[in-house]
């Protein structure tokens, strides 16, 4: 790897009369995050001219979008989605989920570092701010970062965890939610496994039905995603991008970001689910459903 080299094959794409789009997929999709940043720092340096103004001068549309987040530091990357889904048009609720169910506490504690320098407020102050109930609750808990990343077993908790859900919801007329998110958003991940499995022995039925005849909206959705990223985190992003991508027209923002954000770490993984679930390949489903250069580079990033 030449970061100079690159640089200059970027350069190269860029420079004249068009843009040679394939020499720019091909460039950037060949590297991984950390090897795109020292381009970056060597295209300012040898060529004296900013790489990303350069990109987004020449591109445009999704395309545009896909090799910026690309270009991104992956907190960074994150950053700005989370800023995005809080600031932009409307609240993509979707967004915040996504990201705040799905990450470590490793990374949400980047992510509230980088947000607050970038933006001068707090993510969390952001989130109380446009959002309300008991979904911003959750959101709330699960930016913190605070989940238990153990592998501990407690079995007489396990079973009074269960006990407890299985009383705040199925038992009781109205579902006590507190309940819900301080055990499912706090506890370890082989802690709930077990939960999960003792209650399905006391209610049953699956954790995820109850949760859907319990709640709704985005309260709903927030619960799930956690329960699904617990059980099986490429999973739940083969979900993501089957939904994107489904009926009519595409949801562009979360098809970009699952490809960007996942690309270098569960990538196989996720096509993997997506092909048992769906019968179908990701890489056919993206063919389907995009053209020109944006689908060139996410069946680069898809790969296989």
Known sequence: FSAEQEAQALRKAMKGLGTDEDAIIETLTKLN?????QV???????????????LKSELSGNFERVIIGLMTPTTMYDVHELRRALKGAG???GCLIEILASRTNAEIRHINENYKLQYGSTLEDDIVSDTSSMFRRVLVSLATGNRDEGTFVDEALAQQDAQCLYEAGEKKWGTDEVQFMSILCTRNRCHLLRVFDVYRGIANKDITESIKSEMSGDLEDALLAVVKCLRNKPAYFAERLYKS?????TDDSTLIRVMVSRSEIDMLYIRREFLAMYGKSLHSFI???CSGDYRKVLLRLCGG
């Open 33 to 37: 995050v950390s090897q795109r940043q």
């Open 40 to 54: 970056l720092i060597t295209y300012k340096s040898t060529i004296g001219r900013d790489l990303i103004d350069d």
């Open 91 to 93: 609240t993509d609720e």
């Open 287 to 289: 063919k389907g459903d």
């Open 245 to 249: 991508m489904k009926g009519l027209g």
